[in-house]
């Protein structure tokens, strides 16, 4: 699994999901993530298992660190939904 996702876009409507690798077990990972909104409406829901670690709602320009603690779980989902979106985002995922 990747440990680093983006993607440039002109129009992103409908809903994206993909995985990407923690570092090892009981250990932390910082997620980096960065979006450059142009036009339209995106959000993204970070889940880790069953718990929603971030859920942000109508992304313009965002740039963050969220420190991710690996319960076992080798991965975390990123859900992202747009709605007639233009722009960018980066994701990685580097040890903390």
Known sequence: MPRNN????GQFSGK???KM?????DTLSRFHYRFDIEKG???MLV??????LL???DIRKAEDDLI???KG???IAVVLQGKNARGLYDMTITPK
């Open 68 to 70: 991710i603690e690996n």
């Open 73 to 75: 779980n080798s991965s």
């Open 16 to 18: 994206q999901e993909f």
């Open 47 to 52: 889940k880790q298992g069953t718990e929603t």
């Open 41 to 43: 409406t995106v959000r």
């Open 6 to 9: 983006q993607a440039t876009f």
């Open 55 to 57: 859920d942000l709602k």
């Open 21 to 25: 690798s923690l570092f090892g077990p």
